[in-house]
């Protein structure tokens, strides 16, 4: 009996390291893939939103108006 568990074990081990690549290639590789997309889409929003707020700033420091944008939370006394 034990002599059969071990001729089996390199098997077994084969087996293993199978399922667990294919689950790597088939799983996670795509979603991998999908969150590295989805990561380049909010980079460039996010960077789109930082160019208008730096336009906003340019823009009110040009005029010499006040520094704090209208929508903000800090309160001036």
Known sequence: MRQKLWNGLP???FALGASAL???V???YPWHI???HDFEIMKSQV???FQRE???LR???STGASVTPP???ITTR
């Open 26 to 28: 088939f799983v996670l």
């Open 59 to 61: 823009a009110t420091l």
């Open 11 to 13: 098997a077994m081990n």
């Open 34 to 36: 999908r969150l590295d």
């Open 71 to 73: 929508d903000s939370k």
């Open 22 to 24: 294919t689950f790597q």
């Open 54 to 56: 730096l336009d906003i």
């Open 47 to 49: 960077q789109h939103e």
